[in-house]
């Protein structure tokens, strides 16, 4: 079983919410896991946009809208990254990624098209 | 402005070395961690190394142990990635990152077939 797990798409239409799942696996506790979300777009390097361990313990990168925010859910073991307000220019891939046994670890990533 | 940029990737045999350069500005790269990043064609991402801003702490995802090695030379802001006894899989395009991951580079195509 993958330490992340994210589905692998979602598509939703401009002005809606969306919200992207990390699920950690079963034994790695969320509680005390830094998830970190990036966004990228074709033919483009990653973008930070991220990182979150509670409601006094994240940051935002720089330049990136309000409307992505992060948050976890220790009963679904799984943190969030939500985006409000979806614009066509948010069609992208999302990855998560979280520090577990000496290593950076990237989840499979999320296709969200906007349509 | 913080700029990252890749160089030395190219076409190589399987069994063969390469060596990535990452060259750092725009912020105090000695005071910071840095890492390498690949993503094969079509796929997601892989973290591969870290290098803590003095270099005494490095880690490596698994698959690349004892066959990569990451290095730093603080006083020319330059980043390293020694790939040696390289695999069809290592096949990726490798990015430079800073430490936090709020910077990346462009990202240098390797290649390894025969």
């Known amino acids: 079983q993958a330490v992340l797990t994210q589905p692998a798409a979602l598509s939703a239409s401009p002005g809606a919410s969306a919200s992207l799942t990390c699920t950690l696996r079963s034994g790695i506790n969320v509680d005390t896991s830094r998830i970190y979300w990036f966004q990228q777009k074709p033919g483009s390097p990653p973008r930070y946009l991220l990182r979150y361990n509670s409601d006094s313990d994240k940051e935002e990168g720089s330049g990136v809208p309000s409307r992505f925010s992060g948050s976890k859910d220790a009963s679904a073991n799984a943190g969030f990254l939500l985006i409000s307000g979806l614009q066509f220019e948010d069609e992208a891939d999302y990855y998560c990624?979280?520090?577990?046994?000496?290593?950076?670890?990237f989840g499979g990533g999320t296709k969200v098209t906007v349509l | 402005e913080v700029q990252l940029v890749e160089s030395g990737g190219g076409l190589v045999q399987p069994g063969g070395s390469l060596r990535l350069s990452c060259a750092a500005s725009?912020?105090?790269?000695?005071?910071?961690?840095m890492n390498w990043v690949r993503q094969a064609p079509g796929k997601g991402l892989e973290w591969v190394s870290y290098i803590s801003s003095d270099g005494s702490t490095i880690y490596y995802t698994d698959s690349v142990k004892g066959r990569f090695t990451i290095s730093r030379d603080n006083a020319k802001t330059s980043l390293s990635l020694q790939m040696d006894s390289l695999r069809a899989e290592d096949t990726a395009v490798y990015h430079c990152?800073?430490?936090?991951?709020?910077?990346w580079g462009q990202g240098t195509l390797v290649t390894v077939s025969s």
């Open positions: 990624m979280i520090w577990h046994s000496s290593a950076w670890v």
């Open positions: 725009g912020f105090t790269f000695s005071n910071f961690g």
């Open positions: 990152a800073s430490g936090a991951f709020d910077f």
